[in-house]
Structure formats: structure tokens, C-alpha cells
């Protein structure tokens, strides 16, 4: 399957999924259009996937679907926060400057878009889990790279399936969460087994 045929596959199974989903009733009851996003990238299969929890956003603006996959920028990744506040070690870890990580893969566990993780429930997760392993069968990256530990017991029940696909899964601390730059260094060492 080509990429364009791919996304339009796996948006029409994330809008399904997003209809059955409770942040989309959480929305309504808002008044709010949060809606959901597959990629800050364009696919790169082979290539590694970096992966945040969930696609944060400004809780009064709106978003709608990320509906035309030809409207991605090839170098969308570098615009997230913690793309640029790990840059150093992204570049010194993975060889991988950060501003063309165009040709990279970025992506969310989570396509549903939220303004904290408070309005994420396990049900919509579940939801998200098998679209997430599909962008990941359809990529095949060498390696996936999890920033964010809030998820990662459901990541590393992940790991198994992972490691089936031939795909080395690392989940490293997100950079909002509260370390310091040695505690960050040392988490980032263990997860790579330097």
C-alpha cells in the first residue's frame, strides 16, 4: 500500500475510534474541537519513529482532523518542544540533528488530541493501541523512541511486540518531566545500555 493510501486507511480508523472515544464526548460537553492528528511527519518507512504520549494543543483554540497527509511538512518534527529541548542529546545518542528529523518519523501513542494527559482515560488508549501498532507495521522503523514514562507500563507490554517486529523500543524521560540534567543523563544511559 502507498503512504497516501495508508494514512487515508488509518485516519478513517482513527475517526472511528475517535467517535467512540470519551475525550471526544468530554469535547461536546466543552464545546470544544480538540479532534485528533496522525504525524508531524510524513511516513519514512525504515526510519526511526519518535513517539510522545499524546499531541498537546491550547485548550481554547481549535483543531480539526488532520485530514490531508500532503499538507505535512518534512521537517514538522523539529517544531515539538521536546524535539528541541533533547536536541542535544538526540544528536550526541542517535546521530540524528534534530533539525532534519524530516527524515525521521513523529508520531503520538495517542492520535487524539488533548490539552493535558487528565482527560486521556484507558479506554481511549485502548483505542489508540492497535492504530498505533499499525503506523508501526506500516513504518518499520529500526527503532521506536518513547519519550515520556507516564505510559510506560503499557509500553513495555509493547516491547514484546516489538521486539517480534525486529524494532528496538527505548522509552526515554519526556522533557517536561522533573529531572535534572544528570538524573535525565543517567535515564537516557540506562535505556540505551551505555
Not at 77 to 106: D, H, R, S
Amino acid at each position: 500500500m502507498d503512504e497516501l493510501d495508508f494514512y487515508q486507511y488509518l485516519f478513517e480508523l482513527t475517526n472511528v475510534a475517535f467517535n467512540q472515544s470519551i475525550i471526544k464526548k468530554i469535547q461536546e460537553k466543552l464545546e470544544k474541537k480538540w479532534n485528533y492528528a496522525l504525524s508531524a511527519t510524513k511516513f519514512n518507512k525504515g526510519k526511526d519513529v519518535f513517539c510522545g504520549i499524546y499531541w498537546s494543543l491550547k485548550p481554547d483554540e481549535s483543531y480539526y482532523p488532520q485530514k490531508d497527509y500532503t499538507k505535512i511538512e518534512d521537517n514538522g518534527a523539529y517544531e515539538y518542544l521536546f524535539v528541541k529541548q533533547n536536541g542535544e542529546l538526540i544528536e550526541k545518542y542517535f546521530n540524528i540533528i534534530p533539525e532534519t528529523m524530516g527524515e525521521f518519523n513523529y508520531t503520538n501513542f495517542c492520535f487524539f488530541k488533548s490539552p493535558n494527559k487528565s482527560y486521556l482515560f484507558d479506554y481511549d488508549l485502548d483505542l489508540c493501541s492497535h492504530l498505533f501498532v499499525e503506523y508501526i507495521e506500516y513504518i518499520k522503523p529500526q527503532r521506536l523512541i518513547v519519550f515520556g514514562t507516564s505510559l510506560e507500563e503499557r509500553m513495555k507490554r509493547m516491547r514484546l511486540e516489538t521486539k517480534v517486529m525486529g524494532i528496538k523500543l527505548l522509552i526515554l524521560p519526556h522533557p517536561r518531566e522533573r529531572l535534572s540534567a544528570e538524573e535525565r543523563l543517567q535515564a537516557w544511559l540506562r535505556e540505551l545500555n551505555y
